[in-house]
């Protein structure tokens, strides 16, 4: 069984440097942001790039992988603008996401702005609804959150909601993040059996598309989101193990968001494949 693992990337320099730099530290999977985290602004396209880029997936080395939606994209933000502009930013990314078709896009769900969850996933459906079309090649994943404040996606049942309201449902699927399920109170660590039944019930095994693979700095349910090293945090080695050799989950990709850079991320990757051995 060949893991599928890689790290959250920078893209600064390329798509096709990008990947390259994914299959020298002997990743088969990686992530990126889609456009500036922080901002809104999406790179300039370079088809050439994007061609390259292409061309490292199946034979070059490359599995999948995952975009990810800029923090400030919020579908359920209270101010319509803001919506649509969340909408036009995710039309745009899944655009770019077409050159390299098959991959996931992935995003935080948002968080409302004192509207309440039940009004907020109807908001998040909306967006998707918009965005979704029938040809496209890329599956967009909802992430499974810490609740840190207004948070939508902190429990399996919001996510449900939302994907129960989407029109094309099969474009859209989950990545679950070990430090945020595990800061929203979801045990991994001593059950994440009892934890992968209750997804299973709640949305379905097969809509798992990704997963975030992150230690937490705090204790389970502190809903903080704060990412540790592997091994480092509260969840701890001998259950982060336990996951990617779960039969229900070791054929996804795990991508690392630890706090540390590509060399660091590297050492992580060698550090799990040894202590699977
Ligand atoms: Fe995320
Ligand atoms: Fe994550
Ligand atoms: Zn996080």
Redesign the pocket.
Known sequence: MLLTIGAHMSVAKGYAHMGREALEIGANTLQFFARNPRGAKARALDERDLKAFAALFGEGGLRCVVA?APYTMNACSSDGHLRELAAEMMAGDLKVMEYFPGNFY?F?PGSHVGQGAATAVVQIADVLNKVLYPEMRTMVLL?TMAGKGTEIGRSFEELREIMNRVELSEKVGVCM?SCHMWDAGYDIAEDLTGVLKEFDSVIGLEKLKAF?LNDSLNDRGSHKDRHALLGEGKIGMEALLAIVSDPALCELPFIL?TPTDTAGHAAEMQKLKELLK
Do not use: A, L, Q, S
């Open positions: 990810h992935n935080h992430e993040d975030h968001e």
